[in-house]
């Protein structure tokens, strides 16, 4: 496995200028030469000017966040990540190599949750090259190659937590979004290191159930949400009723025997259960006539 090495090449200033005044030596040579007529001096000339030539190749520039990766005759011989004009060998291969923060959003995938049930979902990867030897030389083509590895790894974090939570202290993929992050983002550097790439940020960005049954657990949580709050309701109401028999004791309002409280407790409970706006009916007889 190829890593990563350091090149150094020349300052490219000086010898930029260097190149500018042979080239203009060799043209004023030649030119002599030729007025002259003199086979030597234009020869000579020629050569320098040939020789400039050649060497301006050899001049490249690396920008900020930019890396310029060096191959001579197929054999990798360094990086250059400083930015600024440099000179090489003027037969060096130089393929530049973005090392800027990158956005990548998957397609909404269609995949199955650890109970079967189809769902759709997306996600953002934030991510950059930082081994550029590995990127150029590991795989065919890294930013393919970070798309196709992405979606693989939401497709296996789909299927491995549910949807949504049945029980307590599930991890589910709607509930438990720091807890999915994570997951993904360990199974991207995995999946990425040999490609000379950092995940940075892993993230869900679109989740829900697939549309042929989006209606049917929508059903089902609203029932969930009506039952909870059911239990919420009866629990208050259990409470208030209780605390208005202790009140009534205590200041001796009224003596209740236990069948009158049996009535007062039922028809608290469904006063405070229901619904629907209570209709109070007034009893002007006895419960024992």
Not at 221 to 226: F, M, N
Not at 268 to 274: K, P, Y
């Amino acid at each position: 496995m190829l890593r990563e090495i350091e090149a150094r090449p020349s300052p490219g200033i000086v010898v930029a200028v260097l190149l500018v005044v042979l080239s203009i030596a060799g043209g004023y040579l030649f030119f002599l030469g030729a007025r002259g007529d003199d086979p030597t001096r234009i020869a000579g000339g020629l050569f320098v000017m040939v020789l400039a030539l050649l060497g301006f190749p050899g001049l490249f520039t690396v920008a900020p966040n930019e890396a310029k990766v060096l191959t001579l005759f197929g054999k990798y011989k360094g990086t250059v990540k400083t930015p600024g004009l440099w000179f090489t060998n003027p037969f060096m291969h130089k393929a530049a190599v973005s090392q800027r923060v990158r956005n990548f959003e998957t397609n909404k995938l269609k995949v199955n949750d650890a109970r079967s049930n189809p769902v759709e979902i997306g996600a953002i990867v934030v991510w950059k090259v930082t081994d550029t030897a590995e990127a150029m030389f590991e795989v065919n083509d890294y930013v393919q190659y970070v798309a196709v590895q992405s979606e693989s790894a939401v497709r296996a974090l789909a299927s491995t937590y549910p949807y949504d939570a049945h029980g307590t202290g599930e991890i589910t993929l709607s509930t438990h979004t720091l807890e999915v992050s994570k997951g993904l983002m360990e199974a991207l550097r995995d999946r990425l290191a040999k490609a000379g790439v950092e995940v940075i940020e892993a993230r869900i960005s679109h989740l829900a159930y697939a549309q042929e049954i989006a209606a049917a657990m929508l059903q089902r949580q609203q029932a969930s949400a009506i039952v909870a709050a059911r239990k919420t309701i009866v629990e208050g109401a259990v409470g208030m009723v209780e605390h208005a028999l202790e009140e009534l004791s205590a200041k001796k309002i009224v003596v209740l025997d236990d069948e009158r409280k049996a009535a007062m407790v039922s028809n608290l409970l469904v006063v405070l259960c229901s619904d629907r706006a209570a209709q109070p009916v007034v009893n002007a007889g006895s419960l024992y006539t």
